[in-house]
T-cell receptor, first 113, second 117 residues
């Protein structure tokens, strides 16, 4: 069965600084990968996803992620963060042929002025 | 893009009563929907997968008789928490599989905050 590990539970960053949120997965088959953002008391919003093709995926709000199959990673990056990026970020994986989506533990991104 | 509407956004109920949460796909047909539970400052825990017209598949440890899931149409799935108790208080989120230009994905509802008193 697949699993997802988000290595950092909290990441504090100053405004306009770059940020990287780390995500590693484990699976014996090919996978699809997702990053979601959750604001307080809200559902999840899709930032980006990797299904196939180019390993560098660009998403909304200036975020991007790179799929690295050899390192089984899908790290999320943004070159310059804003106060409004303060939220919880979840990495998730779905195995090809499976229905369910498995989530990592989440990373709380805090942007300091 | 795909939209999933979840209602109510919050509900307070008395211990021993039942609560129904609705999840609707507004602009697409959702043959598969998912129900998650989220505790404060924690990740989402999959409770069950529901396929239209068939019985839901529950994850290990989830009580089928307490969390009744119905997916009677291609646009509506419901979760009923029966005989709710304070330990059932949580944030419940539904999700539906959808497809866009980039391929398939999962769209989430806005969540329901359940408080049992």
């Amino acid at each position: 069965a697949q699993s997802v590990t988000q290595l950092d539970s909290q990441v504090p960053v100053f405004e306009e600084a770059p940020v990287e949120l780390r995500c590693n997965y484990s699976s014996s088959v090919s996978v699809y990968l997702f990053w979601y953002v959750q604001y307080p008391n809200q559902g999840l919003q899709l930032l980006l996803k990797y299904l196939s093709g180019s390993t560098l995926v660009k998403g909304i709000n200036g975020f991007e992620a790179e799929f690295n199959k050899s390192q089984t990673s899908f790290h999320l990056r943004k070159p310059s963060v804003h106060i409004s990026d303060t939220a919880e970020y979840f990495c998730a994986v779905s195995e090809q042929g499976a229905q369910k989506l498995v989530f990592g533990q989440g990373t709380r991104l805090t942007i300091n002025p | 893009g795909a939209v999933v509407s979840q209602h109510p956004s919050w509900v307070i109920c008395k211990s021993g009563t039942s609560v129904k949460i609705e999840c609707r796909s507004l602009d697409f047909q959702a043959t598969t929907m998912f129900w998650y539970r989220q505790f404060p400052k924690q990740s989402l825990m999959l409770m069950a997968t529901s396929n239209e017209g068939s019985k839901a598949t529950y994850e290990q440890g989830v009580e089928k008789d307490k969390f009744l899931i119905n997916h009677a149409s291609l646009t509506l799935s419901t979760l009923t928490v029966t005989s709710a108790h304070p330990e059932d208080s949580s944030f419940y989120i539904c999700s539906a599989r959808d497809w866009d230009r980039a391929g398939y994905g999962y769209t989430f509802g806005s969540g329901t905050r359940l408080t049992v008193v």
